[in-house]
C-alpha cells in the first residue's frame, strides 16, 4: 500500500518546476547545439579527402581532433565545474564553441589541413565542458525523482540537431561543392596550378561558410546566457571530497573500468559507421557524396526511431540483455555491409545504426549503478571515453588506404572489420553485466 502511494506521489511531482522552466529550455537547446556540430562533421571527412587531394587516413584525422576535444577537455571540464559552478561551465564551453568555428575562416584562408584540425580541436574543447555541465544540471533542476524523465527529454533535442546537421553538410555543404573527381583534381593541380588553387579556395569556402553562420549563433547563446540568472546553477559539492581517493576508487571498481572500455569500443564503432558510409557509398555504388550523405540521414532517423522503441522494451528486458543482443544485431548488420555486395551492403550498414541507438545512455547507466558521490567524477570519464571517437575513425581510413587481403572485397569493405570487432567487445560487456 505504501509503495503505491509513493509512486503515486512521484507522478505528482512536475518533471520541471516553474521557477527552473526558463534555465531548463536554456539548457535543453544545448543538447541540439552539440548534436548539430557532431552531424554536420562526420561527411566533412570525405570533403576534405577530395578538396586536398589526402589520403582517407590524414581525411579521417578529422574525428581525431573533433572527439580529441573531448578526450581532452572531459576531466579539466569537470574540475572546473566543481571548482566554479554550472553557469560558468556553460559559458567556458560556449566561449570555446564559437572561437573553433570562427577559426574556419583563417584556416581557409591558409588552405592549412592542420589549421581546420585545430578549429576541430577548440571546438570540441568547448562541447567537452558544455556535455559534462549540462547533464548533471539538468538532472538537478527538480526532484530527484523526475531526474531520469527530464534528462530523457532533454536528450531527444540531441538528435534533433544532429539530423539538422546532417542537412546541412547535405545541402549547403557537399552539394555545392565543385563535382570534379579526385583523379581530374590531380590532373587540373599538373596542367593549371592557379585554377586548382581557385576550386580549393572556393570548395574551402564552402566548408567554412556554415561554420561560421554557427559560430555567430553560438555567440548569440553566450550573450543569452551571460544576461540570464540560472537560479539553482552550483554543483553540491561535498567537503573534504578528494579527488585522488576518488580515482582510485573508480580504477578498483571491475564493472566501471569495462564500461568505459565499452563505451570507448563504441563511441569508436558510432563515428566510424556514420563517417564512411558516404565513401562505401561512392566507392561501392558510384553515388555522389550528397546522394550518400542522404543514406546518413536515414541510419539517423532508423537510430531515433529505435531509441524509442528499445526505451519502451528496457520496460522488460534487463539493460544488460537488451546491450548484448543489440550488439550481436550490430555484428551481423556489420558482417552484411563487408560481405554483402551493392545495395543490400548498403542497407545493412544503414542497418546498424538500429542496434546503436541505445548502446550509449545503457552503458552509461550500468557503469554508475551504484557509485554514489564518486559518479560525478565517474560521469566525466565516461565523457573522455567518447575518444574512441578519435582514435579508431584514423585507423579504419588507413585500412581503406591500404586494406589489400582479398581480391574479391574492397578495401573499403574489409575497413568494417573495426566496427565488428567493437561490436564483439560490447556484447562481451554485456554478457559480463548480466551476470554480476
Known amino acids: 500500500m505504501s509503495e503505491k502511494f509513493d509512486t503515486m506521489k512521484n507522478q505528482k511531482l512536475p518533471v520541471v518546476a516553474g521557477n527552473m522552466l526558463f534555465p531548463f529550455i536554456l539548457v535543453t537547446s544545448l543538447f541540439a547545439l552539440w548534436g548539430f556540430a557532431n552531424d ?78 585545430m578549429a576541430y ?28 524523465q527530464r534528462l530523457n527529454f532533454s536528450q531527444a533535442f540531441n538528435p534533433m540537431g544532429s539530423l539538422t546537421g546532417m542537412l546541412i553538410a547535405k545541402e549547403l555543404i557537399l552539394k555545392k561543392l565543385n563535382e570534379a573527381t579526385e583523379a581530374e583534381r590531380i590532373v587540373l593541380k599538373d596542367s593549371d596550378p592557379a585554377a586548382f588553387s581557385a576550386m580549393q579556395n572556393n570548395d574551402l569556402s564552402v566548408v567554412s561558410g556554415p561554420y561560421l553562420m554557427l559560430g555567430v549563433i553560438v555567440l548569440v547563446f553566450l550573450l543569452v546566457f551571460l544576461v540570464s540568472k540560472l537560479p539553482g546553477d552550483t554543483p553540491k559539492e561535498e567537503k573534504g571530497l578528494r579527488m585522488g581517493a576518488t580515482f582510485k576508487r573508480l580504477l578498483n571498481n571491475g564493472r566501471y573500468v569495462r564500461a568505459v572500455v565499452a563505451q570507448t569500443f563504441y563511441v569508436g564503432v558510432q563515428i566510424m559507421v556514420w563517417t564512411f558510409i558516404i565513401q562505401y557509398a561512392e566507392t561501392e555504388l558510384g553515388m555522389s557524396k550528397s546522394d550518400a550523405q542522404g543514406y546518413n540521414m536515414v541510419a539517423m532517423g532508423i537510430f531515433v526511431t529505435s531509441r524509442f522503441i ?12 537488451l546491450l548484448m543482443g543489440l550488439a550481436m544485431g550490430g555484428v551481423v548488420f556489420t558482417l552484411g555491409a563487408v560481405l554483402i555486395k551493392g545495395m543490400f551492403g548498403l542497407y545493412s550498414l544503414v542497418a546498424i545504426s538500429a542496434c546503436m541507438s541505445l548502446m550509449f545512455p545503457t552503458i552509461y547507466g550500468i557503469a554508475l549503478k551504484g557509485l554514489g558521490d564518486d559518479a560525478k567524477l565517474g560521469s566525466a570519464g565516461l565523457i573522455l571515453a567518447i575518444g574512441g571517437g578519435c582514435l579508431m575513425p584514423p585507423l579504419q581510413g588507413l585500412l581503406i588506404d591500404k586494406a589489400i587481403w582479398f581480391e574479391s572485397l574492397s578495401s573499403v569493405r574489409i575497413s568494417f572489420v573495426l566496427p565488428l570487432i567493437s561490436f564483439l567487445v560490447i556484447a562481451w560487456f554485456g554478457n559480463w553485466a548480466k551476470k554480476n
Do not use: D, H
Open 40 to 117: 554536420i562533421t562526420n561527411p566533412m571527412v570525405a570533403a576534405f579527402k577530395n578538396i586536398l587531394l589526402i589520403s582517407n587516413f590524414e581525411s579521417s584525422l578529422v574525428q581525431f581532433a573533433f572527439y580529441g576535444g573531448y578526450c581532452f577537455m572531459a576531466i579539466p571540464a569537470a574540475i572546473f565545474i566543481k571548482r566554479f559552478n554550472y553557469k560558468k561551465g556553460i559559458l567556458m564551453g560556449l566561449t570555446l564553441y564559437s572561437i573553433g568555428c570562427f577559426l574556419f575562416i583563417p584556416a581557409g584562408n591558409a588552405i592549412a589541413f592542420w589549421a581546420f584540425l
Open 121 to 148: 580541436f577548440v571546438m570540441t574543447c568547448g562541447l567537452a565542458f558544455l556535455e559534462t555541465t549540462s547533464n548533471p544540471y539538468i538532472l538537478s533542476m527538480g526532484a530527484e525523482e523526475t531526474a531520469t
Open 310 to 321: 528499445c526505451t519502451f522494451l528496457l520496460k522488460y528486458i534487463k539493460p544488460s540483455v
